[in-house]
């Protein structure tokens, strides 16, 4: 079984990094296995769509902003809830949309794709760093992908 | 007075909503059309390096990292006072044309296309690239993921990623192409040429044939009579990686080109205060408010004011196809035209998606002709600066509007101060006017027709393929709209949405 874990998000646009932080903690973290790649992207609706061709499994990591919840909190999602950062685009499709063309068109998708969030305060605001209450949910956002994999 | 706001992006709150003020009869007073913007990035880059700029601006937007490249190369350039050899500037105008290639597909397959293909009445549901696929035929999403696989080939081969390019620094590349990469390359851009070629025979048949589809694009809700903007070559031939910046006035008439560091002579940014994005406008000209005619200094930058901006485009298929884009919309007019095509001008708004596809094939054929080149795989591609850094502009077309980046650094290279204008941030002033129209063709006496409004303003936002502050990351892409409608006491009457969780 060939897993993918994506982190998406800017390097430098403040919270908006997150998803990219929590991939590099997981690489760090998990022993060598070959049927797993931890990667990391930029990428919403169609180009996330085309980079999980081939994978059996897809775990993204990504930062959300819903307002609902406070900064830092982490998040089990589907990919029909509602989009994160990344999973969205107005210059390209949202992710489901870009699932069912794949359905479509017959390409191999993942049988399974999870989507770890986290609620960001600030993605407006060019920075390398997450604010505190982001910083701190890294290493729990990395322990559920990593329970996803169990 | 009557209160009535469209929030197309409801995730960011205070941020990118339109508000609609009616007068005591209910006629549209005025509109405010608000947009994001991301905050600091001039004070983050300060103190690094000049040369990390093509690799730091890329990371601007997810959407044209490529267009923030180049630009950031050639303003690097600028600063070193170096001048890079014709196989670097070749190779970054092939990857740029890839990149054209999978953006304007992108935009025609994904966004603009449903609404013609699928009809502008069409439930919003099936107005997507699923619903093309159904109506046209499964062949076409093939083609799709196709055209975009071919373009971030070609964007990894010369630019090192596939998303974001690395290979641009100051003097040209760090690497060139083989020549096996280079035959790989050239047979992928013939497939992309025929594919262009196919789109505009789809963009013929579904809507230059329908009366309907022709009038809605020719309806005065979607016309503008402003200012032109787009870079030229010496021939004055569409170009989107290099040359002069030519403007046309309201007649069509070539007002004017600047090379890349006299943009200040020409653009200047009025601010309002009710919104954090500035307007630029022709400094020349003048601000006289959002208004469209040769008084005003506002001016559009997008695919259709590339074509109107040039006399021609430099392949034969794309000058072809811009003729026949002329001749249509002139009508009788256009025998006037027919040794050169300065003097004409489009005004219709819409027939910027037709302007995107001939884009398109001219994108295509470009990444042919430089393919073939026999300097592509030369290895001079870089040559060394010696020169003490100053300031430098760059200036590329991106997709979605002239592209100006403008840096000054200390004599150590170090970033001192930064200046963009970014493509969206060009046509502000004239999406606001596009959003005035259409509120006021459909809110009468009070009363709004409200999918009208939905729709009118949707598409109107589409053919400017607006890129919000380079944050399109945070918007979905199916826009999602929302009306709300207030008495004068501020109490909602009624709500309209779509697309809306």
């Given at each position: 079984m060939r897993t993918l874990i994506l982190g998406l998000g800017n390097p430098i646009l403040g919270d908006d990094s997150a998803g990219l932080k929590v991939a590099e903690i997981v690489r760090r973290r998990m022993?060598?296995?070959?049927s797993i790649e931890v990667s990391e992207d930029y990428a919403g609706g169609l180009r996330l769509m085309e980079r999980m061709i081939g994978y059996d499994q897809v775990i993204i990591v990504d930062a959300i902003c819903?307002?609902?919840?406070?900064?830092?909190t982490v998040l089990h999602l589907n990919t029909s809830d509602i989009a994160t950062q990344?999973?969205?685009s107005t210059h390209d499709l949202n992710l489901p949309t870009a699932l069912q063309l794949a359905a479509t068109m017959n390409l191999k998708m993942p049988e399974r794709i999870r989507i770890i969030a986290i609620e960001a305060e600030n993605v407006l605001e060019f920075s390398e760093q997450c604010s505190p209450a982001v910083t701190l949910a890294l290493p729990r956002a990395a322990e559920a992908v990593l329970a996803e994999l169990q | 007075m009557q209160r009535i706001t469209i929030d197309p992006?409801?995730?960011?709150?205070?941020?990118?909503k339109i508000e609609i003020f009616l007068d005591p009869e209910g006629e549209v007073a005025e509109t405010y059309f608000q947009i994001p913007e991301l905050r600091g990035f001039e004070q983050f880059c300060?103190?690094?390096?000049?040369?990390?700029m093509p690799i730091l601006t890329n990371?601007?937007?997810?959407?044209c990292p490529e267009a923030h490249h180049m630009a950031a190369a050639k303003a690097a350039d600028a600063v070193y006072h170096v001048d890079p050899p014709p196989a670097a500037k070749k190779l970054r105008e092939l990857l740029y044309s890839a990149f054209y290639v999978t953006d304007h597909t992108t935009h025609f397959y994904a966004l603009a296309g449903p609404d013609f293909i699928m009809g502008p009445t069409a439930p919003v549901a099936e107005r997507n690239i699923l619903g093309v696929i159904h109506k046209v035929g499964l062949e076409i999403g093939g083609n799709v993921i196709q055209a975009r696989k071919y373009g971030h080939t070609v964007i990894e081969m010369?630019?090192?990623?596939?998303v974001h390019p690395c290979t641009s620094i100051p003097g040209g590349l760090t690497k060139g192409i083989t020549e096996e990469q280079r035959q790989e390359i050239e047979k992928m851009g013939r497939w992309a040429v025929d594919f262009a070629q196919f789109s505009l025979k789809l963009f013929d048949d579904?809507?230059?044939?329908h009366s309907d589809y022709l009038n809605m694009i020719l309806d005065d809700a979607f016309t503008h009579r402003t200012y032109y903007m787009g870079m030229v070559d010496e021939f004055n031939h569409v170009n989107f990686y290099d040359g002069q910046i030519s403007i046309v006035d309201p007649d069509g008439e070539r007002i004017g080109k600047y090379i890349p560091r006299e943009y200040p002579d020409w653009i200047a940014e009025h601010v309002e205060p009710w919104t954090y994005l500035k307007f630029p406008y022709l400094k020349k000209i003048?601000?006289?408010?959002l208004v469209d005619g040769k008084d005003s200094g506002v001016y559009c930058a997008t695919p259709l004011s590339r074509l109107n901006a040039a006399?021609?485009?430099?392949t034969p298929l794309a000058q072809e196809e811009y003729e026949r884009f002329y001749v249509t919309f002139l009508q009788g007019e256009s025998d006037r035209y027919?040794?050169?095509?300065?003097g004409k001008v489009v005004h219709?708004?819409?027939a910027t998606h037709w302007a995107r596809l001939i884009e398109l094939l001219y994108a295509a054929e470009r990444w042919v002709q430089l393919a073939t080149d026999?300097?592509?795989?030369?290895?001079?591609?870089h040559t060394i600066p010696t020169e003490k850094p100053t300031e430098g502009v760059g200036i590329v077309e991106a997709p979605r509007g002239t592209l100006t980046h403008h840096y000054w650094t200390d004599e150590r290279g170090i970033l001192t101060r930064v200046n963009l204008i970014v493509g969206t941030t060009n046509n502000y002033a004239r999406m606001s006017m596009s959003i005035k129209k259409a509120a006021k063709k459909l809110i009468h006496g009070g009363t709004v027709i409200s999918e009208g409004l939905l729709n009118q303003v949707e598409m109107a936002f589409r053919a400017y393929d607006p890129c919000f502050g380079c944050a399109t990351?945070?918007?979905?892409?199916?826009m999602p709209l929302e009306v709300v409608i207030r008495d004068a006491s501020g109490h909602e009457v009624e709500r309209l949405s779509q697309h809306v969780k």
């Open positions: 022993a060598f296995d070959p819903t307002g609902a919840h406070p900064p830092g990344h999973t969205s | 992006i409801t995730r960011l709150e205070g941020h990118g300060v103190g690094r390096p000049v040369e990390e990371r601007i937007c997810g959407v010369i630019g090192g990623r596939k579904i809507v230059l044939k003048g601000w006289k408010g006399d021609g485009m430099a027919s040794t050169t095509w300065q219709h708004h819409l026999p300097e592509i795989t030369s290895d001079n591609f990351h945070a918007l979905p892409g199916q």
